[in-house]
């Protein structure tokens, strides 16, 4: 592709001069509040980024397909991959399988948890459950971008989906302006909730200059125009006869987008309910990671626990079957590699309420259970993945070990 080709935004977003000041502000806050994203700057003298971006380096490039299983196997973890298997996600970065602690370490070093601690109004480590991690990344090959999508369910119940799901049973009227309206109150008041009680923080912190993430400010707290009703819509409830204006040609900008602008060392704490998306490019680096701690349930609504923050066995959660893309952190090769016991026990939190899947695709992304079946890789290494070796490609999908 030419030079004058590459794709890069046109209107940017980048950290203010205001918002420097560390912490939860109440500046910070404000901004959060109205536009639904906020760039902070409290990670850029760190030491941790170089060790980081290192170490990111390494595992973006373990993970091509071109090595399969040479320098990492990525069936203990969920690499999320481009139709070429170019991986754009990474998800596993605590398992030792991937051999690189650091990452682990970072997460429960006490210049991270100061952070979460300072921006949570105060939280103890006692007071945490174990959040997902991944690394985003370029494909190398070819252009990647993902849907304009909100990171919650707009429409119907609400709930979220798992990744595994084979279909969702969806209707018309799930889509509905009416089910629509009352979802997106909802929302609002989440939002409002998540920027007031503060019960833990995710982010996106750039470990390289990082320019991908492109969103619409204030989306988060506002009806959508029909422009973006249009955009957002499935094509399958657009066929279903789901009332909507047709607008958009799929690949024109969309009025208000901007890219987020992140330095290293610089983060991006945003609402989920914004509209955004991600592009890269193969020529420009992408080595950004997502982190975060969330407090205790138990713990924020006060109700009663053992010394261990494990519940007792007359009140313990019902496990439901895990996503697809966390359920290799069930492993307990996770746990033991955690540096400290406070995070074992958020992890065990974490774990309580979760179980493994029947299935491979309720395990593994599609390229491991591909590699499974193939015999190249192991994974759980359970009576089920030593079946779908045994029969290959006679092993069916969403197949269980009775079937």
């Not at 966390?326 to 307990?332: E, G, N, R, T």
Request: proline share 5%; charged share 30%.
């Amino acid at each position: 592709m030419p030079p004058s080709e590459i794709y890069r935004a046109s209107e940017f977003a980048d950290a203010l001069p205001e918002l420097a000041s560390k912490g939860a502000t109440s500046e910070r806050l404000n901004f959060l509040d109205e536009h639904g994203y906020l760039i902070i700057n409290d990670f850029v003298e760190s030491p941790w980024i170089k060790v980081l971006r290192d170490a990111g380096r390494r595992v973006s490039d373990a993970c091509a397909a071109d090595y399969a299983y040479e320098k990492i196997d990525t069936s203990k973890g969920y690499v999320h991959r481009t139709k070429n298997e170019e991986p754009w996600a990474i998800r596993g970065l605590i398992h030792p399988a991937f051999g690189e602690p650091c990452f682990a370490e970072f997460h429960g070093s006490d210049e991270f948890i100061g952070f979460v601690d300072d921006w949570c109004g105060g939280v103890a480590t006692d007071e945490l459950t174990l959040s997902g991690m991944l690394l985003w990344t370029n494909p190398r090959k070819d252009d990647h971008k993902l849907g304009w999508h909100r990171d919650v369910t707009w429409w119907g119940s609400g709930k979220p989906y798992l990744a595994q799901q084979k279909t969702s049973n969806e209707s018309v009227d799930d889509y509905s302006e009416e089910r629509e309206r009352e979802r997106w109150e909802e929302i609002r008041k989440e939002n409002k909730k998540s920027v007031h009680d503060r019960n833990g923080v995710n982010m996106f912190l750039a470990l390289a200059d990082d320019e991908c993430h492109e969103l619409i400010p204030g989306s988060h707290n506002r009806w959508r125009s029909s422009f973006e009703h249009d955009v957002l819509l499935p094509k399958s409830m657009k066929e279903k006869g789901v009332p909507y204006t047709p607008s958009w040609n799929g690949k024109d900008p969309l009025p208000g987008q901007v890219a987020v602008r992140l330095r290293a060392g610089e983060a991006l704490i945003r609402m989920g309910s914004n509209i955004h998306t991600g592009h890269t490019v193969p020529t420009r680096e992408r080595n950004t990671l997502a982190i975060g701690w969330s407090r205790w349930k138990s713990k924020a609504t006060g109700s009663d626990q053992n010394l261990s923050g494990i519940s007792s066995n007359d009140d313990k959660p019902e496990k439901a079957v895990a996503d697809a893309r966390h359920a290799w952190q069930l492993d307990p090769a996770v746990r033991e590699a955690l540096p400290h016991s406070w995070m074992q026990i958020a992890w065990d939190r974490w774990a309580e309420t979760q179980k493994l899947g029947d299935t491979l695709e309720d395990r593994y992304a599609p390229f491991d259970v591909s590699k499974i079946k193939s015999g190249e890789a192991t994974g759980w290494n359970s009576p089920l993945e030593q079946k779908a070796v045994k029969l290959g490609e006679d092993w069916k999908p969403h197949q269980m070990l009775s079937d």
